[in-house]
T-cell receptor
Framework: AQTVTQSQPEMSVQEAETVTLSCTYD???????LFWYKQPPSRQMILVIR??????QNATENRFSVNFQKAAKSFSLKISDSQLGDAAMYFC???????????FGDGTTLTVKP | GAGVSQSPRYKVAKRGQDVALRCDPI?????LFWYQQALGQGPEFLTY????????KSGLPSDRFFAERPEGSVSTLKIQRTQQEDSAVYLC??????????????FGQGTRLTVV
């Protein structure tokens, strides 16, 4: 079974600074998808960024980028120029290419200090 | 609709009571998922539908949990004889295609169930 581990329960960053959230996963599959979701206090999960395992290039979405290390099974999220609105719980998720369900980590709570 | 809608937002049930949680996915979305999220944890998969077919129910914790999607759109998660350990947020998500791409799942705001 796949597992996803987020080793940082809480992180904080100063506004306008950069922060990196860690995620590791365990799988025997060679092809899969990885996601970072943001969950603000309103509870609605929002997709931040996605990565297909067969792509070597790291995904980037505006201020958000990932460092995908397939051999190390690591998928960290970098947030540049942090904004107050980035404060939320962030979840790393894994999905097989032939399965509908996703496996989530336990999340990292990000605080942004003004 | 504009997004995934779940109702009710909050539900308090007495232990032993049956509850029904509703999910209205985004119109036309083929896939629908239910997840259970305990306080301070990540969502745990419960079950998955493709149209009206329940393709995976491996995450349902007991036979007290039952989900249906009879017409391939609205889904209901039913919990019979609720127990305190059922207290959690129940999230519904939908997506428009199946597995072939890194398809985004769109989540609802969840139903917070408290069993007293």
């Amino acid at each position: 079974a796949q597992t996803v581990t987020q080793s940082q329960p809480e992180m904080s960053v100063q506004e306008a600074e950069t922060v990196t959230l860690s995620c590791t996963y365990d799988t025997s599959e060679s092809d899969y998808y990885l996601f970072w979701y943001k969950q603000p206090p309103s509870r609605q999960m929002i997709l931040v960024i996605r990565q297909e395992a067969y792509k070597q290039q790291n995904a980037t979405e505006n201020r958000f980028s990932v460092n995908f290390q397939k051999a190390a099974k690591s998928f960290s999220l970098k947030i540049s120029d942090s904004q107050l609105g980035d404060a939320a719980m962030y979840f790393c998720a894994y999905r097989n290419t032939n399965a509908g369900k996703s496996t989530f980590g336990d999340g990292t709570t990000l605080t942004v200090k003004p | 609709g504009a997004g995934v809608s779940q109702s009710p937002r909050y539900k308090v049930a007495k232990r032993g009571q049956d509850v029904a949680l509703r999910c209205d996915p985004i119109s036309g979305h083929v896939s629908l998922f239910w997840y259970q999220q305990a306080l301070g944890q990540g969502p745990e998969f419960l079950t998955y539908f493709q149209n009206e077919a329940q393709l995976d129910k491996s995450g349902l914790p007991s036979d007290r949990f039952f989900a249906e999607r009879p017409e391939g759109s609205v889904s209901t998660l039913k919990i019979q004889r609720t127990q305190q350990e059922d207290s959690a947020v129940y999230l519904c998500a939908s997506s428009d295609v199946s597995f072939s791409r890194a398809t985004e799942a769109f989540f609802g705001q969840g139903t917070r169930l408290t069993v007293v």
